[in-house]
């Protein structure tokens, strides 16, 4: 079979190491893929846009393949799977509609309030003005979001009022372009994350493995939000009751509620707690696409076939699949610019990666690319050293000496990721 990827990012580098891995698959074309992907055994790497909707389409036809997946949100917010199902090819992820959920978090938040999902408290402004006496009366902390996409850097935590008040000055002056024309002003909530993602067909689920990312750029949860510098799976916080509870009351009532509204699902979504000490789980955010760097260290524990699931998905019978979890742990590790999240690395020559890999990492791209045999940086995160082990300790330390033999000018990485569950 052969499969379409689209997608440039580690965790579309890992959705293909994985999807390569079936007996099934020949061959892996990804659009437009990195230079770690031309790497990896039956996969190939295609010069077309992840935006250019009708020649990914057009390949599709032409090259006869079983099954498109999406990797990032900016296609499906774009429709590309509206296009692709109209014209009979096979594809997984969300229509248009329903991609709202990731593509406004106006629309997300005001779903939520509709069909009582546990979420934050919050209100939508446009205008500064507004925005500022809501803050000034809600007091902080308090959390400020651009309403569109914004590459996981549209959201501040702000501890204090005149952070808040700045940081909506900003995004509604356009910080984001149109993403921050209309901001999210959102209850700060107590606790701690999770990811929850699940593979969703219809009114039917199977939840992944459960994962946490760290979002802040310092150690110990300090500094700027990112997109993720790092992730790990299992994560101890969503217990067997926890994720109960996920599932009855947040998970299922979310995809109920789309079918109802005429949006019915397909795809990965995305649910990001927020769990307090009781227990109880609410909502920060959904998104309608793998986790990016969850996708890593999930791939790593997956040991059952990944096509099979989403073929499920898509035919409908998702009640028939079957997934099946390494024992132990996993966790990766962000490589990321000395300049992110307010900028990037470009064209620093990177070495150490196949040390890494001789010590039995796994060494995912993400924002990278060659100058004729020379690899370079070309992004905010650039790598992700990922390693599976019987304990989470065991797959840090591993991952952490992956981290070490890397090197290029400028690179940064945490050392706490998975503190949180250690510390457990």
């Not at 079918?259 to 609410?282: H, W």
């Not at 990492?361 to 690899?375: E, M, R, S």
């Amino acid at each position: 079979m052969h499969l379409l990827l689209i997608g440039s990012g580690g965790r579309e580098h890992a959705m293909a190491w994985k999807l390569a891995q079936s007996e099934k698959v020949t061959r892996v074309s990804v659009a437009p893929g990195n230079p770690g992907m031309q790497l990896e055994d039956k996969v190939e790497c295609l010069s077309i846009d992840p935006t250019d909707i009708e020649a990914l389409a057009q390949f599709a036809v032409s090259e006869s393949v079983h099954l498109t997946i999406v990797g990032p949100e900016a296609p499906l917010v774009a429709g590309v799977v509206d296009v692709f199902t109209d014209k009979g090819l096979r594809i997984f992820g969300p229509r248009q509609q329903a991609a709202q959920l990731e593509g406004s978090k106006a629309f997300a938040k005001d779903f939520m309030a509709r069909h009582q999902i546990p979420t934050a408290a919050y209100a939508t402004f446009n205008t500064v003005e507004p925005a500022i006496a809501f803050i000034e009366e809600q007091g902080a902390p308090i959390v400020i979001k651009a309403d569109g996409l914004a590459a996981g850097k549209g959201v501040v935590v702000a501890q204090t009022t005149e952070e808040a008040c700045d940081a909506v000055k900003s995004m509604l002056d356009g910080q984001f372009g149109d993403a921050s024309a209309n901001v999210v002003i959102e209850q700060f909530l107590a606790g701690e994350e999770a990811s929850f993602i699940a593979v969703v067909s219809g009114r039917s689920c199977i939840p992944l493995a459960s994962s946490q990312d760290h979002k802040a750029r310092d150690e110990g949860d300090k500094g700027p939000n990112t997109g993720g510098m790092g992730a790990y799976s299992p994560a101890p916080v969503v217990t067997d009751s926890v994720h109960a509870h996920v599932v009855t009351d947040i998970l299922q009532p979310t995809i109920d509620a789309l079918a109802d509204d005429g949006m019915p699902f397909t795809g990965f979504l995305y649910v990001g707690l927020m769990i307090d000490n009781e227990g109880q789980a609410r909502v920060v955010e959904y998104n309608v696409r793998l986790g990016d760097p969850e996708t890593q260290p999930l791939m790593m524990r997956m040991e059952s076939d990944l096509l099979d699931l989403l073929d499920h998905a898509v035919n409908g019978t998702l009640t028939e699949a079957d997934v099946q979890w390494h024992d132990g742990s996993s966790i990766g590790v962000v490589l990321a610019a000395g300049e992110y999240p307010a900028g990037s690395s470009k064209d620093k020559p990177i070495t150490g990666i196949a040390e890494a890999d001789s010590l039995g990492c796994k060494v995912f791209h993400a924002g990278t690319k060659l100058n004729g045999d020379q690899l370079v940086t070309a992004g905010g995160r650039v790598l992700c050293v990922t390693a599976v082990a019987g304990s989470l300790k065991e797959a840090k330390q591993l991952a952490e000496s992956g981290a070490e033999c890397i090197q290029w000018e400028g690179c940064r990485y945490r050392s706490d990721i998975g503190y949180k569950a250690i510390d457990r």
